[in-house]
């Protein structure tokens, strides 16, 4: 067939039904960007590349479609690192759409040059130049094909004096894998340890949200009447109403997630990597089960005993394994101490629920005292967790949220629950700061249906505030966005305090600044909640205007309190051995 190498491009595209591009135009992919509205592709002007790139990976998580990430080459595409590296931790099949300098002059350090394959090396899951007109639409379906079997970003590298060519080209078909569902001796094994285990527990990961395997293991964990825990972020993959959830492991989780576990026996790992950070001491608690036997379940051969000692390592698809495993299991498997265990799933439970609800301030180390402090200085203002609890008892079962890095969303970890999968956007094991706002709009486009809302700590939220420049014009969607408004670096404010004498470097924000009036002055709604119960008529309010069509930023206003360190293990106290002083700097000789 006889076609253009941006028709071929763009047909490609329609035989994969991708039909979502987030970037910021310019001209070396103009001659795609052309066809795009005969194509049926939206083409979603965002403020800032990094924001657009994480707006693709809200819209994928929660609708499970692909989309692209597209920009202009050289300083458009570098502005995407952050948010491809964060896909690919969030295990999001997205196509990265390079646009390339021309090979005519590449390589003599050319406007708007850089080395693009090199700088996504370590961040997608497959990577390819196209290196003939004639082959774009091949090296295209390839890409697109490997982000969807490798679920993680594939980037496709076109230079740009590769398009507005005439060339002779068969359109490739789209041919599907089916999924593996683990070795039949591996299956046998799990089977095996899971029929005798005296205190087994489930511990689900991003793996059962993206391949659908909640309601297979949720048929398991009935089988055994086993408690599931949930991987750090993964709030979402197990239902939270089922008596058997547990909560999340890893910072600021479930303590009776951590106290359960750490009793098991066998753990069966279903779809999850076992990152060392979501396995992380809480609450003073060590509870990784050392002397357990772990069975690690997951689609990536090299994931697989990375960071845990496994006795059964099964390749495959999360709910083929889940369902092969709950076949094979013997008659017997979960009966023993049945009923005590059922029994202390419940008290765990419900004490961690009581402990929970009347948790309203973070406490300060010894020989500390910046909490106290806090507290004294705004004794009207709420503190983080009066402010999660104000959230939750006004956000719909049926939302999307989406969570931000930083302290005071870290707070939250603990709090919200769903009912089905795709439901949790937070910034993954990446941690990149401005990702609650772009995840949200991105999850709304997918789900126009579904009442979304983002989450933010101020300092986070600085870096994605563009995005409202953008996001209020007619053919953008609605959301509702929580800023929590405390006028700090928390996590780098808490390290200070621990670590640093309250040598507070860098770490204080301009109290002049108002996020609720720069939404106004975009158009939008921005309104400021001081106590509880504003907060909770605030945010029932947005809702109800979201599905009216209107986007508003909710200031809550929160005191200057601070959770736990993120990493403990990673911090020390340091020592001081020459000494530093103001008296050794040298002026610069220029």
């Given at each position: 067939?006889?076609?253009?190498?941006?028709?071929?491009?763009?047909?490609?595209?329609?035989?994969?039904?991708?039909?979502?591009?987030?970037?910021?135009?310019?001209?070396?992919?103009?001659?795609?960007?052309?066809?795009?509205?005969?194509?049926?592709?939206?083409?979603?002007?965002?403020?800032?590349?990094?924001?657009?790139?994480?707006?693709?990976?809200?819209?994928?998580?929660?609708?499970?479609?692909?989309?692209?990430?597209?920009?202009?080459?050289?300083?458009?595409?570098?502005?995407?690192?952050?948010?491809?590296?964060?896909?690919?931790?969030?295990?999001?099949?997205?196509?990265?759409?390079?646009?390339?300098?021309?090979?005519?002059?590449?390589?003599?350090?050319?406007?708007?040059?850089?080395?693009?394959?090199?700088?996504?090396?370590?961040?997608?899951?497959?990577?390819?130049?196209?290196?003939?007109?004639?082959?774009?639409?091949?090296?295209?379906?390839?890409?697109?094909?490997?982000?969807?079997?490798?679920?993680?970003?594939?980037?496709?590298?076109?230079?740009?004096?590769?398009?507005?060519?005439?060339?002779?080209?068969?359109?490739?078909?789209?041919?599907?894998?089916?999924?593996?569902?683990?070795?039949?001796?591996?299956?046998?094994?799990?089977?095996?340890?899971?029929?005798?285990?005296?205190?087994?527990?489930?511990?689900?990961?991003?793996?059962?949200?993206?391949?659908?395997?909640?309601?297979?293991?949720?048929?398991?964990?009935?089988?055994?009447?086993?408690?599931?825990?949930?991987?750090?972020?993964?709030?979402?993959?197990?239902?939270?109403?089922?008596?058997?959830?547990?909560?999340?492991?890893?910072?600021?989780?479930?303590?009776?997630?951590?106290?359960?576990?750490?009793?098991?026996?066998?753990?069966?790992?279903?779809?999850?990597?076992?990152?060392?950070?979501?396995?992380?001491?809480?609450?003073?608690?060590?509870?990784?089960?050392?002397?357990?036997?772990?069975?690690?379940?997951?689609?990536?051969?090299?994931?697989?005993?990375l960071t845990k000692q496994v006795s059964?390592?099964?390749?495959?698809?999360?709910?083929?394994?889940?369902?092969?495993?709950?076949?094979?299991?013997?008659?017997?498997?979960?009966?023993?101490?049945?009923?005590?265990?059922?029994?202390?799933?419940?008290?765990?439970?419900?004490?961690?629920?009581?402990?929970?609800s009347s948790m309203d301030h973070e406490?300060?180390?010894?020989?500390?005292?910046?909490?106290?402090?806090a507290r004294e200085a705004k004794p009207?203002?709420?503190?983080?967790?009066?402010?999660?609890?104000?959230?939750?008892?006004?956000?719909?079962?049926?939302?999307?949220?989406?969570?931000?890095?930083?302290?005071?969303?870290?707070?939250?970890?603990?709090?919200?629950?769903?009912?089905?999968?795709?439901?949790?956007?937070?910034?993954?094991?990446?941690?990149?700061?401005?990702?609650?706002?772009?995840?949200?709009?991105?999850?709304?486009?997918?789900?126009?249906?579904?009442?979304?809302?983002?989450?933010?700590?101020?300092?986070?939220?600085?870096?994605?505030?563009?995005?409202?420049?953008?996001?209020?014009?007619?053919?953008?969607?609605?959301?509702?966005?929580?800023?929590?408004?405390?006028?700090?670096?928390?996590?780098?404010?808490?390290?200070?305090?621990?670590?640093?004498?309250?040598?507070?470097?860098?770490?204080?924000?301009?109290?002049?600044?108002?996020?609720?009036?720069?939404?106004?002055?975009?158009?939008?709604?921005?309104?400021?909640?001081?106590?509880?119960?504003?907060?909770?008529?605030?945010?029932?309010?947005?809702?109800?205007?979201?599905?009216?069509?209107?986007?508003?930023?909710?200031?809550?206003?929160?005191?200057?309190?601070?959770?736990?360190?993120?990493?403990?293990?990673?911090?020390?106290?340091?020592?001081?051995?020459?000494?530093?002083?103001?008296?050794?700097?040298?002026?610069?000789?220029?």
């Amino acid at each position: 067939m006889r076609m253009t190498t941006e028709e071929a491009f763009v047909k490609t595209l329609q035989r994969h039904g991708i039909e979502h591009a987030f970037g910021i135009i310019g001209s070396a992919f103009m001659p795609i960007s052309d066809l795009f509205p005969r194509a049926g592709i939206t083409f979603w002007d965002c403020a800032h590349e990094g924001s657009g790139g994480m707006m693709a990976d809200g819209y994928t998580r929660a609708s499970g479609k692909m989309s692209m990430m597209i920009a202009q080459n050289g300083p458009g595409i570098t502005n995407f690192v952050t948010a491809v590296k964060t896909a690919y931790w969030n295990h999001t099949p997205l196509l990265l759409v390079t646009p390339q300098a021309a090979n005519k002059t590449i390589g003599m350090g050319g406007f708007q040059e850089v080395e693009q394959m090199a700088l996504f090396k370590d961040m997608v899951c497959y990577q390819e130049e196209v290196r003939d007109p004639s082959r774009v639409a091949e090296v295209l379906n390839r890409c697109i094909l490997q982000a969807k079997r490798r679920s993680a970003p594939a980037q496709i590298n076109m230079p740009r004096d590769f398009w507005t060519q005439v060339i002779d080209i068969d359109l490739p078909d789209v041919v599907a894998f089916e999924r593996p569902a683990g070795g039949e001796t591996a299956i046998a094994e799990a089977a095996a340890l899971l029929s005798e285990a005296k205190f087994p527990v489930i511990l689900n990961g991003a793996g059962v949200v993206l391949g659908g395997a909640i309601p297979a293991s949720m048929a398991l964990a009935e089988r055994l009447d086993a408690p599931v825990c949930v991987g750090y972020q993964h709030n979402d993959a197990f239902p939270g109403s089922h008596p058997l959830f547990a909560g999340p492991l890893g910072y600021n989780g479930s303590k009776a997630a951590m106290e359960l576990i750490s009793e098991a026996d066998v753990v069966f790992c279903l779809g999850t990597r076992l990152n060392p950070f979501s396995t992380l001491p809480g609450y003073a608690l060590d509870y990784w089960p050392k002397a357990a036997r772990i069975i690690q379940v997951d689609i990536n051969p090299d994931r697989i005993g990375l960071t845990k000692q496994v006795s059964v390592g099964i390749v495959g698809d999360s709910k083929k394994v889940a369902e092969a495993v709950l076949a094979q299991l013997a008659i017997t498997a979960g009966d023993h101490a049945r009923s005590e265990r059922k029994s202390k799933i419940a008290q765990v439970k419900s004490a961690w629920a009581q402990a929970l609800s009347s948790m309203d301030h973070e406490d300060d180390d010894p020989g500390t005292s910046w909490n106290q402090r806090a507290r004294e200085a705004k004794p009207e203002w709420m503190s983080p967790r009066m402010a999660w609890r104000a959230i939750q008892s006004a956000l719909p079962r049926e939302a999307i949220i989406s969570s931000d890095i930083g302290n005071n969303c870290a707070i939250g970890n603990a709090y919200p629950t769903f009912e089905a999968g795709r439901k949790y956007l937070a910034p993954g094991l990446f941690g990149p700061c401005g990702y609650g706002l772009p995840s949200i709009v991105g999850a709304k486009i997918a789900c126009p249906d579904v009442p979304v809302v983002g989450f933010a700590g101020d300092g986070a939220f600085g870096i994605a505030v563009t995005e409202l420049t953008a996001i209020g014009r007619p053919e953008w969607p609605a959301i509702t966005m929580v800023v929590f408004r405390n006028y700090q670096w928390g996590a780098e404010k808490r390290n200070s305090t621990l670590w640093y004498d309250d040598n507070f470097v860098g770490t204080e924000l301009d109290d002049g600044v108002s996020y609720a009036g720069i939404a106004r002055a975009c158009g939008l709604q921005g309104v400021q909640a001081g106590t509880m119960e504003e907060l909770r008529a605030a945010l029932t309010q947005a809702l109800a205007d979201q599905k009216a069509g209107k986007t508003t930023l909710i200031e809550a206003l929160i005191n200057q309190e601070l959770g736990e360190p993120f990493r403990r293990d990673a911090m020390k106290k340091p020592v001081e051995v020459a000494g530093i002083s103001k008296a050794d700097m040298r002026p610069q000789v220029v």
